[in-house]
């Protein structure tokens, strides 16, 4: 699976948009990205993932370059709860393998 | 649904202890994923399982650690003996797995914190 990279930590403004960047420039053609988040102490959650198209759900938007050399997530209004470590995974849609790496913790001030 | 039930929460053993981490994965899902977390090394996949069958236990640090899964409900992580290196968070995940349904979606129980003296 390609390696992600992404900034150790970030911190917004409640209320603001939190946008947090993945690069990931040896993904392959069959490769997704995925986004989960860690709050304290907790198992990681699903938040997000997509293959080339931009996607929206209710907790986020990913937008995916067109090279698809890198992703962002978007949280529109970021609230305390955020506050969390979120994961930037690439892997074979067939694989079951999720790697996590070192993850962007971020902060959400008041 | 219940989710992911891992048991027990907390374990405090000694050195040289047997240690036994347990598992149920939410009805239905058949893929089955044991994970490590320590501040140093972050999140590592163990071992995963699918349709009850060890498919990679490549992230087993060594031949103390093993892992079972006698049916789809039910896993178990055993460590023998115990070393103190081996104190971290053991998460279990769960998902179900197909080529035409794959969202990729792992659900995590809420992990067993394992201190070792």
């Known amino acids: 699976d390609a390696k992600t990279t992404q900034p150790p930590s970030m911190d917004c403004a409640e209320g603001r948009a939190a946008n947090l960047p993945c690069n990931h420039s040896?993904?392959?053609?069959?490769?997704?990205v995925y986004w989960y988040r860690q709050i304290h102490s907790q198992g990681p959650q699903y938040i997000i993932h997509g293959l080339k198209n931009n996607e929206t759900n209710e907790m986020a938007s990913l937008i995916i370059t067109e090279d698809r050399k890198s992703s962002t997530l978007i949280l529109p209004h970021a609230t305390l709860r955020d506050t969390a470590v979120y994961y930037c995974?690439?892997?074979?849609?067939?694989?079951?393998?999720?790697?996590f790496g070192t993850g962007t913790s971020l902060t959400v001030i008041p | 649904d219940a989710g992911v039930i891992q048991s027990p929460r907390h374990e405090v053993t000694e050195m040289g202890q047997e240690v036994t981490l347990r598992c149920k994965p939410i009805?239905?899902?058949?893929?089955l994923f044991w994970y490590r977390q320590t501040m140093m090394r972050g999140l590592e996949l163990l071992i995963y399982f699918n349709n009850n069958v060890p498919i990679d236990d490549s992230g087993m640090p060594e031949d103390r650690f093993s892992a079972k899964m006698p049916n789809a409900s039910f896993s178990t992580l055993k460590i023998q003996p115990s070393e103190p290196r081996d104190s971290a968070v053991y998460f279990c995940?769960?998902?179900?797995?197909?080529?035409?349904?794959?969202?990729?979606?792992?659900?995590f129980g809420e992990g067993s914190r394992l201190t070792v003296l």
């Open positions: 995940a769960s998902s179900s797995m197909s080529l035409s349904l794959n969202t990729g979606e792992l659900f």
């Open positions: 009805s239905g899902h058949n893929s």
């Open positions: 040896t993904i392959s053609g069959n490769e997704y």
């Open positions: 995974i690439v892997r074979y849609y067939t694989g079951n393998q999720f790697y």
